[in-house]
């Protein structure tokens, strides 16, 4: 979306209003059954074309927007041109509440009457409202993962999906029936690395079409994967299983110092963690040398995955692991953690995965259907949010099965899975 300031902005839409530009055109009648849906910085403007019409959208804080109003009503007036339903209105702020309107003109002509004016649409951050898509496979998903503008989801015999909105999904041809169980994008090789049963690792191309076999150097299964953004890999699993890489291909097992199982790792602040069965916490500097790692809670609850996130201004963030009976682990460092037990006290329900969007907020998901969200982000100079220690349960989700996994996409969207084909998307 292009905006404009001031006199040049309100100059422009004169000049555009009053059909200067081009000859020989028309006005375009206003458009009918307008809608718009807020998202996460953004919403979608929908309505009915007409052949031959070249539509615009304007938008602007407050009320009662018209293609003649825009620029008086607010400096941020905004305009899309060759506007194509469904069309996407980005760089939006959250909680502020906007107004729209579209109209048309043909064969270049002046801008024609705009539709009657949508007003009180209020973009907002995702994760409180999900949809169900359509179940993707009668197999278990449980992993998912979002890299080069696209989502893949790994599951049970070898399944393989791709989604470049989190709604419409794709079947790949991964070669392997061995059981998949969680999927990473490593944006410094760009490749997708899925990880599962028997010590198995695929490596997929950045558009996800072309899948290898890659030898692991184990033979236990393997549960979380994740990278550190410049190139080196950990997979973590069964048994204390701890396998690292620095080109994706060659794997060196590594010395855990447990034989718990491992079931989450995650990357961040120059640290790995990696969080399993009872109440197991590891944190490395290098993804090769491991330590156990302190815990106030002494908590005995398995612990099935883990994120980081969280960045205020300073740059400084929170690692956050979960488990069983709604169990909530926070760490500044990785190496101290403490039990927070927002969500324990009103569910004790497993929770499976977590993950963070940028800037915006964690998700959590459970066993029984449940997503919980904490917001925590920085705006300005400002941190807002609670450090992922009070949590809020989404009001109703599309699902009462277990999900497995989630993620966050390229949108401050989520996407989340589980079994017999189970997707779920938010933005």
Known sequence: MKRYFGFIVAALAAILLAGCFGSGGSQAPAPTNVTVTPKDSRVVVTWDTVPGVEYWIWNAPGTGVTPQNCTSMSPLCG???????????SGLTNGTTYSFTV????NHGPGGPGSSAIDNVVPRLAGGIWVAGRPLIASELRGV???????????????LFSSADGNTWTVLASHLTTDLNAVNYDNSHA???AAGAGGNILLG???????????????????????????????????GTIISSSNDSSWTVQTSGTQSDLNGVAYGNGTFVAVGAAGTLLHSTDGINWTYAASSSNT??????????????????VFVAVGTHGAVLTSEDGTNWVAQNSISSVSTATLNAITYSIGRRFIAVAADGSIYYSDYYSSGSTT??????????????????????VTTGGLYDFSAVGPAGLNLYSD
């Open 145 to 159: 993962a979002y890299g080069a503008a696209k989502f893949v989801a790994a599951g049970t015999s070898g399944t």
């Open 79 to 89: 305009h899309i041109l060759n506007a194509v339903s469904p069309a996407s209105v």
């Open 191 to 193: 490749k997708y690395l």
């Open 103 to 106: 109209n048309g003109r043909i």
């Open 300 to 317: 005995t609850d398995d612990l099935k995955g883990v994120t980081y996130g969280g960045l205020d201004a300073n740059g400084h963030g």
């Open 384 to 405: 807002v949010g609670n450090g992922a220690v009070i949590w809020t349960p989404v009001p109703s989700t599309p699902t009462t099965s277990s999900i497995n996994a």
């Open 205 to 239: 191309t950045s558009d996800a079409l072309t899948w290898s076999q890659i030898t692991s150097s184990t033979v236990n299964n393997l549960y979380a994967i994740a990278n550190n953004g410049a190139g080196y890999i950990v997979a973590v699993g069964a048994n």
